[in-house]
T-cell receptor, first 114, second 113 residues
Framework: QKEVEQDPGPLSVPEGAIVSLNCTYS??????FMWYRQYSRKGPELLMY????GNKEDGRFTAQVDKSSKYISLFIRDSQPSDSATYLCAMSQNSGGSNYKLTFGKGTLLTVNP | NAGVTQTPKFRILKIGQSMTLQCTQDMNHNYMYWYRQDPGMGLKLIYYSVGAGITDKGEVPNGYNVSRSTTEDFPLRLELAAPSQTSVYFC????????????FGPGTRLTVL
């Protein structure tokens, strides 16, 4: 079983739709949970991160973590064409001292159609 | 701040050639990373550095070498390029405190023919 599983999509939705992106994981040592957004031919950029189980909201984006189920989600409300990108989940664990190792999902390609 | 910069943007190599991918950050970050991203495969860690003079292997280090002589620069060396090294390479950096945000460069697209 892979440490982090993410459905690669692609996912195509109409503008204004609610989008749900998900990852599952198997490693209980993961402590921090992140979502990165990557536009075509660009580097990933951090969108949101959470530490504990529960929800975290930032504008149209909500990150949800359920540690008991080893499941994380990213919800996008009122999706816009500018949200079209690949979304990568990432999880970190301490690998000694202040070093944290990030493990990435494969990414989900999202297209929001006007 | 320019953030993390990478050169070149694109490169085509022949099998057996060598090259160095350059990475520079101007944020005074201690930690720097090299990843490769293959289509549909996510990001794989090649090498990382926790500070000048200190480097360590990641998940897929074979065929690569790194050095870190300054805080700002973290070049990645490919020796004897192989088609399996065709990929997009990303350099990233982060501050020492906090486990989360890594700042990524724009990437180098490398093709080995």
């Amino acid at each position: 079983q892979k440490e982090v599983e993410q459905d690669p999509g692609p996912l195509s939705v109409p503008e204004g739709a609610i989008v749900s992106l998900n990852c599952t994981y198997s490693n209980s040592a993961f402590q921090y949970f992140m979502w990165y957004r990557q536009y075509s031919r660009k580097g990933p950029e951090l969108l949101m991160y959470t530490y504990s189980s529960g929800n975290k909201e930032d504008g149209r984006f909500t990150a949800q973590v359920d540690k008991s189920s080893k499941y994380i989600s990213l919800f996008i409300r009122d999706s816009q064409p500018s949200d079209s990108a690949t979304y990568l989940c990432a999880m970190s664990q301490n690998s000694g001292g202040s070093n944290y190792k990030l493990t990435f999902g494969k990414g989900t390609l999202l297209t929001v159609n006007p | 701040n320019a953030g993390v910069t990478q050169t070149p943007k694109f490169r085509i190599l022949k099998i057996g050639q060598s090259m160095t991918l350059q990475c520079t950050q101007d944020m005074n970050h201690n930690y720097m990373y090299w990843y490769r991203q293959d289509p549909g495969m996510g990001l794989k860690l090649i090498y990382y550095s926790v500070g000048a003079g200190i480097t360590d292997k990641g998940e897929v280090p074979n065929g690569y070498n790194v050095s870190r002589s300054t805080t700002e620069d973290f070049p990645l060396r490919l020796e004897l390029a192989a088609p399996s090294q065709t990929s997009v390479y990303f350099c990233a950096s982060r501050v020492r405190e906090g486990p989360h945000e890594q700042f990524f460069g724009p990437g180098t697209r490398l093709t080995v023919l």
